[in-house]
């Protein structure tokens, strides 16, 4: 990619689409909206879902794993599904309009607001469940013993927010880079940020060169927050052991109580119930539904597949480099994973680019350009770095000392990995899947560049039958999506072991 970005269209050395890049005022304006955009996310999720977090690790509330599966949803749900239900709420002819009789917040819907809004909302699970992880860490002795001399507010603010503070802050950046690498947002929303310039340079101008040079940028940022986060958290990033006791608890009097729940259920709501019910209210009929699945079943049967299919081979990627990072002794292993969170953050755009420059050739290569299995390519190259950092976490939670046995009894690695590890990681490995299958089904920038002609998957086809569909259509097919993403979850979180389960020696 980065050699082609220096060539012109005859082939010539040239950096003129990087002196573009630095010298017009119009790219300068877009690296200012992208900023924007990523800081004011990352300002909203981490306002949102940090103090969520804090209370879920802290305070004893009704329906607590009901509560948090709820605020997890939309971490689930695809951004530009969001963005697609915020169009239809808050639109020119959305439900809100049609109930004042009157268009009062389109300019608001297709805004940089707008689009701070629906990524903030989609990206505070990630913030939430951060903090509560962070929160669990903390060695309840410390706090018990600063309580000798201090009161319970201030132990809070000297020493459980500091202690917390560096996982808050590493969670408000990944949502930052997130946010700037995001395509389907800005895109449905009509904001100009370089995810949209780079795919429009490519896809409507066929300008490879001019496409490359819009996201170098975006991977600098990237490259830069990653090595941040891991500077910032260092190991703490695999290990995710609980302290033993639970430190300074929450207590709240019962209008404060009653008035967090509300606050639960108004995110809940806003974040949830309402983007859902949009599509439900846009859909109307089951006819239509049935009627939309059907002129779509090619791109539905093309995304289970292709999500299966990529989910387990990252699966299978990743367990082997899960292992090899958490058991790593080398002093590289260092850059394991800000290179992991680079490959993850990079933006989509960036990925599909980079995949037709190296996969469209002739040979095996080619023919796999040419199938539907470049998309599985594709899910890999993107999703397999955070399923690997996920069994890294689980893999240094197993103790060394059955594989050294293992060892001595002259067992191969192969078979120690096979017999002894990963039986020890099915519950990591369970999940992983999930993550995995949810990202791949949902994925839309990369997809949207490498697709074969003539093959579809669900995000693809929604996406493309936006703009001429009637909208019933589009939100019939949005609202399958949503569906299958959600059933996952759900079935991981019922088969996923309750704290006080026994758990495999």
Not at 385 to 409: C, G, K, Y
Request: glycine share 6%; with cysteine; charged share 10%.
């Amino acid at each position: 990619m980065f050699v082609v970005s220096l060539t012109d269209a005859a082939g010539s050395l040239t950096l003129n689409n990087y002196r573009q890049l630095l010298t017009e005022p119009r790219q300068r304006a877009l690296m200012l909206t992208s900023v924007v955009l990523g800081v004011g996310a990352a300002i909203f999720a981490t306002v949102l879902g940090a103090p969520l977090g804090l209370v879920f690790a802290r305070a004893r509330l009704p329906a607590k794993r009901f509560l948090r599966i709820a605020l997890i949803v939309p971490l689930v749900i695809p951004p530009y599904i969001m963005a697609l239900a915020w169009v239809l709420l808050t639109g020119p002819v959305g439900l809100f309009a049609r109930a004042a009789g009157r268009d009062f917040l389109s300019d608001w819907t297709y805004s940089l607001t707008g689009a701070i809004v629906v990524l903030g909302l989609t990206f505070y699970p990630l913030s939430m469940l951060a903090t509560e992880a962070a929160a669990r860490r903390v060695d309840a002795r410390l706090e018990e013993s600063a309580l000798l001399a201090a009161s319970p507010r201030r132990v809070f603010w000297r020493i459980t927010l500091p202690l917390i503070g560096p996982t808050v802050a590493a969670a408000g950046l990944i949502v930052f880079v997130l946010a700037l690498s995001e395509f389907g947002v800005p895109a449905l929303l009509r904001v100009r940020v370089f995810t949209t310039e780079a795919f429009t340079a490519f896809a409507a101008f066929y300008d490879f060169g001019a496409g490359v040079a819009l996201c170098a940028p975006l991977l600098v940022v990237a490259l830069i927050v990653s090595v941040v986060i891991k500077f910032i958290i260092g190991e703490r990033l695999l290990v995710t052991t609980r302290s033993m006791r639970l430190g300074l608890p929450l207590i709240f009097n019962r209008p404060l109580r009653a008035a967090i729940l509300l606050g639960i259920a108004v995110v809940i709501c806003a974040s949830s119930l309402l983007p859902i019910a949009a599509l439900l209210f846009e859909a109307t009929r089951i006819n239509r539904i049935a009627s939309a699945v059907s002129t779509s079943g090619t791109a539905i049967a093309n995304s289970l597949w292709l999500a299966f299919a990529g989910a387990t081979l990252i699966v299978a990627l990743a367990a082997v480099l899960g292992y090899g990072r958490a058991r790593a002794r080398s002093r590289l292993r260092v850059l394991f994973d800000p290179a992991f969170i680079l490959l993850f953050a990079a933006p989509s755009t960036v990925v599909g680019i980079g995949i037709i420059g190296l996969w469209n050739r002739e040979g095996l290569m080619g023919q796999v350009y040419s199938s539907q299995w470049v998309i599985v390519v594709t899910y890999i190259a993107r999703f397999a770095p955070v399923a690997a950092l996920m069994l890294a976490a689980s893999v240094r939670q197993i103790s060394t000392s059955s594989e050294e046995a293992a060892e001595v009894a002259g067992a191969s690695w192969t078979h120690t990995f096979g017999r002894i590890v990963l039986p020890q990681l099915h519950t990591a490995l369970m999940a992983a899947w999930v993550v995995s299958f949810i990202f791949c089904f949902g994925e839309l920038g990369a997809t949207i560049l490498v697709a074969p002609p003539g093959e579809s998957t669900l995000p693809v086809r929604v996406y493309t039958l936006i703009a001429n569909t009637p909208s019933s259509e589009v939100a019939s097919l949005a609202l399958m999506q949503v569906g299958i993403t959600i059933v996952p979850l759900i079935l991981l979180t019922v088969f996923l072991p309750k704290k006080g389960a026994r758990k495999p020696a």
